[in-house]
C-alpha cells in the first residue's frame, strides 16, 4: 500500500525521454505525468512568533515555503499552501490583537485556503470576518449552516484551476464546536454531519466543476480506526464515508499530531522530528496532518497522470525544533515577514509585560486542582467578577481556568494565560427560590470536568448530591429576597451543560471581557494576599 520513490525525478526524465523518442502523436496532457506538492500545517493557535527557544515561528516558516516554492516551480510544478484551521487563541501577544498578524502573516505566506477551526469561534462572528478580510484567501468550511435561512454560512469550496489541472478543496469542520464553543457566538449556526455533508458537496461539484482532484481541508480530528471516543467521528469517519476514489487526500487538524502510522489503523506515538512519517491511508484517501503551531510544514509531492494521482514521497519538514537531528539546518527568519510580524510582537509584549500587581502566595490554577475543589484563584477570579458585576455572589467553572499565578509581580501576560478565551462577563438577578434552583444544577456538576464550579461569597453543603444550607454574604439564603449573581457569557448561553439564562429577564451581558474583569481587579487590590481567598469550610461536601 505505501509506495515511496524517492527518486522520483528520475523517473519522470526518463518517461520525458520515452515521450520524445516515440509518443510524439499522444496528447501531451494525457502522458505527461503533472506534480503536485501540497503544504500544510494545523492548529497554529496564536504562534505567529517564534518561542522563547527560537523554535519556529511565521518567519522561518517563510524561508523554508519559499524554498520549497522555487524548487517545485524550477520542475513546473503546482503548488498548494493549505491550513487545517485553529488559527486563534493560545498566545497572549496574539490574541490581544484578534490574531491580525497571523492572519495577514498566512496572507504573505500564500495560503490558499484553510478550514474553519473551532477556535475561530472563540470571538464574535464580526471578528472571523475581520480575519477573513486580512487573510486574503477562502475560509472554509461546508457544513456549516445559518439556523435561520438554513443556507451553508461559510464558501464550502474552491477551485484552482493551473496548469490544465482542476482541483477542488473543500473544508470542514468538527460538529463537537457546537458542545465546545461559544454558545453566545455560535448560538444561530449549525453544525452538520461533516461526512454526509462531504458526500453531498462531492457529488455535486464533480457534475458542476468536474474536478481532477478533490482535497479536504479538515477541522475534525485523527482518530486511529475511527475510534473517536467522546469526540464526534473525524478524518478516518469521513474518509471511510465517502465513494472510493471521491476523495484524494485529507488536510486534518484539531487532535493536535503528527499523523504518522506505525501500522495499519495505529499512529505512531513515539515521533520525533526528522524520523520518516507515513500518512494514514483509509478507503484510497490519504489523511495528513502536521502536529501543531507550525512546528512542522507537512510536504505530499504526488504526480497526476491519466486520472490517477500517486503519492510519490510525504515529509514532516521541522521548523527549528530543539530535538530535530543536528544535521538539519537552522532556517534563517525571513526578513520581510520579520518587518510584518515585529511591531505586533513589540504592541503585544508591551501590553503583557507590565507589572499590574504584586502577589504574596501562589494562586492555584492547575487542572488537577479547580476541577476537584474550590481554590484561591477560582475564588479570586469570582470575586473580581462579582464586584464589576455588583453581584451578591460570584460563580465560574474550573475548566475557565486555565493555568495557576505564582508569587510575585502579576502581569497582563500572566492574567492571559489564566483566562484565555475572552469570555464577557454576565449577572443574572433571580429570586432566592430560583437561585435554590440553580445552584441544584450547578453546584452538583460532576469534579473531574470543566463545569466543576466555584464560588465566591457564597457557602453551601452537598449532602448526597442535593444543595443545602445556602448562604449568601454569611447570611442564609431567603426564598423571597432578590439575588444577583455574576457568571461568564459562556455559562449564561448553556456551555458545559449549565442551565441556560440568556433570555432570562433577569440576565444582563456587560460586554466586559473576563481577562480584563481580573487585570482591573488586581490592579485595584494590590498588593493581592493569597490567603484572603483561600476557600476553607466555603463549600462541605456531605455524603
Ligand atoms: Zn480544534
Not at 506534480?35 to 517563510?62: C, P, Q
Not at 455559562?491 to 487585570?519: C, E, I, K, M, N
Amino acid at each position: 500500500m505505501f509506495d515511496f520513490r524517492p527518486y522520483f525525478r528520475a523517473s519522470v526524465t526518463s518517461l520525458l525521454i520515452i515521450l520524445l523518442a516515440g509518443c510524439a502523436v499522444e496528447p501531451q496532457s494525457q502522458v505527461q505525468p503533472q506534480s503536485v506538492t501540497i503544504l500544510h500545517t494545523n492548529d497554529h493557535h496564536g504562534r505567529f512568533w517564534r518561542n522563547e527557544a527560537a523554535e519556529y515561528g511565521m518567519s522561518a516558516r517563510k524561508t523554508l515555503i519559499d524554498h520549497i516554492r522555487k524548487e517545485v516551480a524550477a520542475e513546473n510544478g503546482i503548488l498548494l499552501l493549505l491550513s487545517g484551521g485553529d488559527i486563534n487563541t493560545g498566545v497572549p501577544e496574539s490574541d490581544l490583537q484578534q490574531a491580525e498578524p497571523d492572519f495577514k502573516g498566512m496572507k504573505l505566506l500564500g495560503y490558499d485556503a484553510m478550514a474553519l477551526g473551532n477556535h475561530e469561534f472563540d470571538n464574535p462572528l464580526t471578528v472571523l470576518d475581520k480575519q477573513h478580510q486580512w487573510a486574503g484567501f477562502p475560509l472554509l468550511s461546508a457544513n456549516i449552516y445559518d439556523k435561520q435561512t438554513g443556507k451553508r454560512r461559510y464558501q464550502p469550496y474552491q477551485m484552482f484551476e493551473t496548469q490544465g489541472l482542476r482541483i477542488a478543496v473543500i473544508g470542514l469542520t468538527t460538529e463537537d464546536t457546537a458542545k465546545i464553543g461559544n454558545p453566545e457566538y455560535i448560538g444561530k449556526l449549525e453544525f452538520r454531519n461533516a461526512a454526509a455533508e462531504a458526500r453531498n458537496l462531492i457529488a455535486e461539484i464533480e457534475q458542476t466543476e468536474k474536478p481532477d482532484m478533490v482535497i479536504a481541508v479538515t477541522h475534525m480530528g485523527h482518530y486511529d480506526n475511527a475510534k473517536s471516543g467522546i469526540n464526534t467521528p473525524g478524518d478516518v469517519t469521513l474518509a471511510r464515508a465517502q465513494q472510493p476514489g471521491s476523495l484524494d487526500m485529507i488536510i486534518g487538524g484539531h487532535s493536535q499530531e503528527p499523523v504518522c502510522m506505525e501500522e495499519e489503523n495505529q499512529n505512531r506515538n513515539d515521533y520525533v522530528p526528522g524520523l520518516p512519517c507515513q500518512p494514514d491511508f483509509q478507503n484510497g484517501t490519504w489523511i495528513m496532518q502536521a502536529h501543531e503551531w507550525g512546528k512542522y510544514v507537512g510536504r505530499a509531492d504526488f504526480t497526476y497522470q491519466n486520472g490517477e494521482l500517486e503519492l510519490q514521497q510525504y515529509q514532516l519538514i521541522p521548523v527549528n525544533l530543539r530535538n530535530q537531528p543536528a544535521a538539519m539546518p537552522r532556517l534563517q527568519e525571513d526578513q520581510q515577514m520579520l518587518s510584518l510580524l515585529r511591531p505586533f510582537q513589540q504592541v503585544g509584549e508591551k501590553k503583557l509585560g507590565i507589572k499590574i500587581a504584586d502577589l504574596n502566595g501562589r494562586l492555584e490554577g492547575d487542572r488537577n486542582q479547580v476541577r476537584f475543589r474550590q481554590t484561591n484563584l477560582g475564588r479570586l477570579i469570582a470575586a473580581a467578577q462579582m464586584h464589576r458585576a455588583n453581584a451578591d455572589f460570584g460563580l465560574i467553572s474550573g475548566g475557565g481556568i486555565r493555568d495557576s499565578i505564582e508569587a510575585g509581580e502579576i502581569t497582563y501576560k500572566d492574567v492571559l494565560r489564566v483566562q484565555p478565551f475572552g469570555n464577557t462577563l454576565g449577572y443574572v438577578q433571580m429570586r432566592g427560590d430560583e437561585v435554590l434552583d440553580y445552584l441544584g444544577h450547578v453546584a452538583t456538576k460532576p469534579t473531574d470536568s470543566g463545569a466543576y464550579a466555584q464560588f465566591y461569597n457564597l457557602s453551601l453543603r452537598l449532602k448526597n448530591g442535593k444543595v443545602e444550607a445556602v448562604r449568601i454574604g454569611g447570611e442564609p439564603l431567603q426564598p423571597d429576597r432578590q439575588y444577583r449573581f455574576s457568571l461568564a457569557g459562556f455559562y449564561a448561553s448553556g456551555g458545559d451543560g449549565y442551565p441556560r439564562l440568556l433570555d432570562h429577564p433577569g440576565y444582563v451581558d456587560t460586554g466586559f471581557v473576563d481577562a480584563d474583569v481580573l487585570r482591573a481587579y488586581l490592579e485595584q487590590h494590590s498588593p493581592i494576599n493569597a490567603a484572603d481567598f483561600a476557600p476553607a469550610g466555603k463549600i462541605e461536601v456531605v455524603n
